[in-house]
């Protein structure tokens, strides 16, 4: 089958499965597959691809209109600056949380200081390696309480060649640190999303670790034990940037104060970022 025959039928029939980027994703997973970049497909696009290579891509294509994201397809998603591996055992990188990234940078533009961060609930460990890779001098706590996240975490460290500089921890949010752990920056990603909104998220997400997406309940439960116990983890004057989503955000308690909320490009809510009194 000729190239272009391939991926346009394999266009029309991600389309009629709903996945919102039907040629794009059968491009990329064809480019996986047999190994070549996306100039080469339309320089190839009239000769027939290897038989291989058509039996492998159809089975991700069959696994694409099951609505699985295709960040699992291909093993790997882009964030910030690197791709990080990925599986259904951590969340998939989102374009979103990179504002995180950027609201750290913007408290601590220093970027040749010497910070202690730390990152709760690193999953894929996508934030706290990017921030280890932009604070070159600094060292990345990161944490989970999934064991399997934490492996993969370490495996992209290791990728990016940040992980002399950083440690893992398996535990439940702050419980995981070391007793006296004390931070310059502290950041999280904690599950956010209600129980009631669980019922209309996209088909993907539904491959996704449940444990990551909710907390069961109004999807403050978690951002509200984050801000509570924040203090007892930052130095003074340190500071705390938390992602949230729809739920918003608790009340700041007493011993933070909120420097600012933060937004998307389309305007939509997605954290805020506090500071130690």
């Given at each position: 089958m000729k190239v272009q025959t391939l991926i346009q039928e394999a266009s029309n029939q991600l389309e009629q499965a709903s996945v919102g980027a039907p040629r794009m994703d059968a491009e990329l997973m064809l480019m996986a597959t047999w190994g070549v970049s996306q100039t080469d497909l339309i320089i190839r696009a009239h000769d027939d691809v290897p038989q291989d290579v058509v039996v492998t891509f159809e089975a991700m294509l069959k696994r694409r209109?099951?609505?699985?994201?295709?960040?699992?397809?291909?093993?790997?998603?882009?964030?910030?600056k690197h791709e990080f591996l990925v599986s259904e055992d951590v969340l998939v990188p989102r374009p979103e949380t990179e504002h995180l990234v950027e609201m750290v940078l913007k408290y601590c533009p220093h970027q040749e200081d010497t910070l202690q961060i730390c990152d709760i609930?690193?999953?894929?460990?996508?934030?706290?390696?990017?921030?280890?890779?932009e604070y070159k001098n600094s060292f990345v706590t990161a944490c989970d309480i999934s064991d399997t996240a934490l492996v993969i975490a370490q495996k992209n460290a290791?990728?990016?060649?940040?992980?002399?500089?950083?440690?893992?921890?398996?535990?439940?949010?702050y419980q995981a640190l070391p007793a006296g752990s004390q931070f310059d920056v502290l950041v999280s990603n904690p599950p956010y999303v209600s129980k009631d909104e669980m019922n209309d998220?996209?088909?993907?997400?539904?491959?996704?670790?449940?444990?990551?997406?909710?907390?069961?309940?109004?999807?403050?439960?978690?951002?509200?034990?984050?801000?509570?116990?924040?203090h007892a983890y930052l130095k003074?004057?340190?500071?705390?940037?938390?992602e949230s989503?729809?739920?918003?955000?608790?009340?700041?308690?007493?011993?933070?104060?909120?420097?600012?909320?933060?937004?998307?490009l389309a305007g939509n809510f997605r954290g805020s970022v506090f500071c130690k009194n």
């Open positions: 209109m099951n609505r699985e994201p295709l960040a699992y397809i291909l093993g790997k998603k882009a964030f910030w609930g690193t999953g894929s460990g996508c934030i706290a390696i990017t921030l280890a890779d290791k990728q990016v060649d940040v992980l002399e500089r950083m440690s893992f921890y398996e535990g439940d949010l998220l996209e088909a993907e997400l539904s491959f996704e670790p449940r444990f990551a997406l909710t907390d069961e309940d109004s999807g403050l439960t978690l951002l509200e034990k984050l801000l509570d116990d924040a003074d004057g340190g500071f705390l940037v938390l989503g729809l739920c918003g955000m608790p009340k700041t308690p007493d011993t933070l104060e909120k420097l600012e909320d933060y937004f998307d």
